[in-house]
């Protein structure tokens, strides 16, 4: 069964950092592109970032460029969020899914994680 679970969420205040993870089962995770993506109350779910198994690149959303990283583990199954330098504006419920490459068909999001950026 091919399943994705998020964790490490929470509350954080603004300039700090958390580390998201997602724990990739029922598939081979070398062969996919992972993407974290995220959705605040009452606005569209966006893409944050990608990491695309093909040539190991990696992407970002404008609005996180320098401050998350993405990385994969495919010995592990993991892919994982850093999050520094945290924003009220980042807060939000943080998904991954999977897809064969980073320019769409996204599918089996997992339940999400909720991350929460305030003093």
């Known amino acids: 069964q091919v399943q994705l679970v998020e964790s490490g969420g929470g509350l954080v205040q603004p300039g700090g950092s958390l580390r998201l993870s997602c724990a990739a089962s029922?598939?081979?995770?070398?062969?996919?592109?992972i993407g974290w993506f995220r959705q605040a109350p009452g606005k569209e779910r966006e893409g944050v970032s990608c990491?695309?198994?093909?040539?190991?690149?990696?992407s970002y959303a404008d609005s996180v460029k320098g401050r998350f990283t993405i990385s994969r583990d495919n010995a592990k199954n993991m892919v994982y969020l850093q999050m520094n330098s945290l924003k009220p504006e980042d807060t939000a419920v943080y998904y991954c899914?999977?897809?064969?490459?980073?320019?769409?068909?996204?599918?089996?999001w997992g339940q999400g994680t909720q991350v929460t950026v305030s003093s």
């Open positions: 899914a999977k897809a064969y490459g980073c320019l769409g068909g996204f599918g089996s």
């Open positions: 990491s695309s198994s093909a040539d190991d690149s990696t």
């Open positions: 029922g598939f081979t995770l070398d062969y996919y592109a």
